[in-house]
């Protein structure tokens, strides 16, 4: 009887060990089930970091002209004047400059032909402060690579006013020129979230000018 007992009481404690040896585990894949949301969380996080410096636009350091403001008119009188601004946050205005290089079919100019460009300014006396410089640069490449809507033929005698951006290309020596805006007797704008944003700044900028 002593035996039976023994051996029905060490039965009971090895189907025991067996449960027990079940329910570990699925403890186990409960509080990792109950953590990896956390752990999704931190890791998304991470490479939305990551993500976000990646897409950090950086100026190179050659590049000498980042955005353009530039106005034609050829009624009563031929008008072409506007302004730059360099890399340095400079602020330069022009006003019917002999022998302007315009930026060919291809949206191209020289590293020389844009040197010769700022040659032909002048100081406005405002400079961008280097934070509000690199705020509206560093939208310049998703500017770049974004749709420009079609032509339209909205006025007559305006003129046409162009708000512009500049990418260099240390390979090429060459500027490749984008429309933010183009406003006048043909309007069309770059489909980039920002660019709204950007031709209003340099608006402003323009603003400032005609009041120095």
Known sequence: ?????CFSKNANLHE??????YIRPLKNDFVLMKSLPKKIAKITLLCLLFTGCKKNYVISNKQALLFQYDYINYAWGYKHNGFIIDSEGNVLKYNNPENWNFHESDSTLSEAQISENIMMCTRTGIKISDEELHKYSSHIKNIASSKVTALKNVAADAGSAEYLCYQF???TKTYSCYIIKMEGN???ENLNFYSKKVVE????INIRISGN
Do not use: I
């Open 1 to 5: 009887m002593m035996n039976q007992a």
């Open 16 to 21: 025991q060990n067996q449960h027990a040896s």
């Open 169 to 171: 290309s240390e390979k």
């Open 186 to 188: 043909f309007r069309c």
């Open 201 to 204: 700044w340099m608006k402003d």
